[in-house]
């Protein structure tokens, strides 16, 4: 019923570029996103999450993750307040009884009324879920919406073979699209000029990029595959900043002395997700998602993916991930975007800042993002889709 | 003026059976409700309540209850927050010293302005007070409204001669519909199923009952008594089920071997009473209310009754009552009740519950019930009243 | 974009008196307001304050206080959540490098973007500052508005030459409308009955005064000076009260024994100042200011003045205001005030109080401060404002 926490449709009217993209404080619908990751959910054994305003209840059955929403249909209670499972692969409601199947949310019976005309007949909302690089994706869609395969939705190279893939989540006290606006932001590397990365990655980190003028954009909108925009640093599309001035006075200096100077593209793509190539070290790459809890908090996945075709590589990747890249990238580079993200939340919080932001030539790419989603996403998450 | 916290007029108009009891999220006007114990009001010491967004201040004057408005009419300041009173029967406010009788709430003085035209002219509300069987009641109703017997708006039995009460109150987060229904509703005893009274009260206690067919509802509304509905357990009309299945897998077992198949008879009364008969044992009857506090949390009272004609009697049941029933029957389980209702509550908060609810054959008592407030109330308590 | 924490229309236009001063929820425009203590601002060590709901960012250059907004124009991140000055009289935003003048608010360069279109174009919005008497004042005003004389915003005998003044301020949780009818409220004193300034200052405090019916205000709404109303004490405008009664019965007494009839005069000037003569001794004037947070918080600024000529005098009353006055009168007798205006702040919270409030004659002071607020006003703070 309550429109409270959705964008004031008179502020929406005003907006000039992505009117869908500001529209969707909750996120977008009928696409897959990334929920929890595959070892955080064991056989029998039921997790809660929250996904564009939706919680559901996951479950593994034989192996098989699924998720339902996490209400009974009966007086609204979350099974979760008192998780009841009396036979493999349903969840009984800890009220009345009532007893569903996790693989279609289907009511098969209450406990104590046995022969209830609307067993059989009522169901809870269930959700497609992949499971892939161990990574549970659980689509987001509207009833009789056949979920498009998950490569359409997921930025290139993640789901290729012969990639291992190492990640880990949180949550963030930040908008969706605050998140993905800051992964996506080149200037705002200024934030990490005393990364403790730029001396354990051996980076050559500038202070600023400037344009040359050269096109370095390149949007993907192929039907039949993810819709995604491309920056591309290369010397002749950004000239690196490295003395940093204010008037004529060198004020600061950025890393000049690594031997890497990466990425060499970022990438955003639907409906959350960003590809940073090569990043945190030439052979690696970098995936993250910013995917909607609420209107005001999302969480973040962050990956680092590497070619592994064997199981020793995998293994060496795998200490060198939890050793290495862990403590210098995902904590000791990101955390500061983290931050960023959080102190940016309250300008966006009640929409305003869509229209109060003044944005300069480096917030191009920001822009082209920002038309791609608006044009190519596949439905709005609405009040009544939260309830 | 704000109408926050009230329900949704357009909610309101979908809703098809018992409108005005949607309406009531603070209560119906013009009815009497328990608002404190006897001993809780001690002579000359005033104590707070709030009853249906109201704030009240009681006191004791010569063995009187009497209860004002907690707010001086010139600034509207809590007198509350800094009692204090100069003269028997009165109390001044902190403020400016305006100084109002208990009995009648009228301006009888204003210290440090003693000549002022509005001393004599001004009051602050006063409610009716009557006080029975160690309860104080208020009559939360409109000015000029004669407020009927208190019998009118009490379940049977509980004010009759002859008959011992003792209870309790207690603070709960939900809405007072949710405390009335979660009382009334007979398919909850799923929740009571581990409860320590099983056993302290030789209790048979199903998991369901399915109704045989046979209507085992009564509804009292005589003009001249109390309105209220009963629910009647009785062999011909229900059956009690102690085997738990999930399709023809049998997964719990209520509780078969104790010999006390209890209640008889579950009754829900304007304005938001409970009594159940016998409970918790045969020679007993419980009742309970559901005051409202605000749109979000409810006083529960608790009391449980039984025959005593003499003093002796009444002391005897005064030592069953502390020592068996409250850690037996009013922690024991009624505490499974406080958790269900403070579960449920999110899903009602903001009304739209009223709506999503699925409803079924065993909710058919509490849509009477709805019915039967939504016909015989006396008044919707509205924003205005509250302020 | 939201009005979310402003005057409802509907209930302004039910407003008879004053209707400009209770839309003025956040306070006046185009008014000066003292900000900080000189001392609490050192040269660049940037402090942050909140005025009217606008939050800024204060700095000393080369021993001259300026005032910038705390907000970076390109995506409305604070500054002061992480300070970075990389030069003299500048601020640089911690996310992007954008760097602005403290005089006035230019973006003089963006680190890491040195060339881009948009420096010394865009700027961020600048406060005219003042400081004087030890005490730092800003305009909020109008983009161009020429501020006033700061006389014309503060009550006579602040800023004259040969007065010595001393103060503090301290945050109160109550709109700054309740703290200007407190202290310009007379009948209140009621509450410093049992003060210890009693003693301290040898006062001889009524419980109330009286209006003898000879006219005791004056109003001062000439050009070309501070706009303010006088409410006068003397034997022929007031009769105070020292037998405090209810009925006939006589049950409190005020501080008669004291020698120091105080005050003279109490006057409430715009934007939100009070002055107090003499107060709380003869030879001393208390100034005071409830300088609007947010709608719901003032900054409470406490003043000490008297004729001080030479720098021996001065330090006489150094000590003596530290060692007496603060105790006794700031902290002793004025506690009681921040006690009352905190306690009044729910009746007035969603504005009806306004409406739902009984005046009597006693307020009539009240009553011509805010005729007077609601004519002489240069402007109403707006939602549009504190974004």
Chains 1, 2, 3 share one sequence.
Request: glycine residues 10%.
């Amino acid at each position: 019923m309550s429109e409270a926490g959705f964008v004031d449709p008179v502020l929406l009217k005003q907006v000039k570029v992505g009117r869908d993209y500001v529209a969707a404080k909750y996120g977008f619908r009928n696409h897959w996103y990334p929920v929890l990751l595959s070892d955080e959910l064991d056989e029998a054994s039921p997790q809660t999450a929250q996904l564009c305003g939706e919680r559901i209840l996951l479950n593994r059955v034989d192996g098989v993750a699924y998720a339902i929403k996490d209400q009974c249909v009966h007086k609204g209670v979350p099974f979760s307040k008192k998780l009841e499972c009396y036979s493999k692969g349903t969840v009984t409601c800890w009220y009345h009884g009532f007893t569903y199947r996790f693989s279609d949310g289907l009511l098969v019976g209450i406990v104590g009324m046995p022969h209830s005309n609307v067993i059989g007949r009522r169901h809870v909302k269930s959700y497609s879920v992949v499971e892939r690089k161990g990574v549970i994706f659980v689509f987001v869609g509207d009833e009789g919406v056949e979920p498009p395969p998950l490569e359409h939705d997921v930025p290139p190279g993640f789901l290729d073979e012969g990639v291992a893939v190492r990640g880990r989540r949180q949550e963030v006290a930040a908008n969706w699209r605050i998140g993905c606006e800051n992964g996506f932001d080149s200037t705002h590397i200024f934030i990490h000029k005393n990364s403790r990365l730029i001396k354990d990655g051996d980076l050559a980190l500038p202070l600023g990029l400037v344009p040359t003028g050269k096109e370095s954009y390149r949007v993907e909108e192929d039907e039949g595959g993810p819709k995604g925009v491309y920056d591309i640093f290369s010397p002749e599309t950004v000239m690196p900043v490295f003395e940093g001035k204010i008037g004529d006075e060198t004020v600061l200096m950025g890393a000049v002395h690594g031997k890497n100077m990466l990425p060499h593209t970022i990438s955003m793509w639907l409906p959350c997700a960003l590809r940073v190539d090569p990043w945190p070290a030439p052979h690696l790459t970098q995936f993250e998602w910013y995917v909607p809890i609420d209107g005001e908090r999302h969480t973040y996945f962050q990956f680092i993916a590497t070619k592994a075709t064997t199981g020793a590589e995998e293994q060496a990747f795998e200490r060198e991930y939890r050793d290495k890249w862990i403590p210098s990238a995902l904590d000791g580079f990101n955390k500061d975007d983290v931050w960023a993200r959080e102190a940016s939340q309250a300008f966006y919080a009640d929409d305003s800042g869509w229209l109060r932001e003044q944005l300069f030539e480096a917030d191009a790419n920001i822009v082209k993002w920002r038309r791609l989603a608006a044009k190519h996403h596949r439905g709005l998450q609405t009040p009544q889709h939260i309830l």
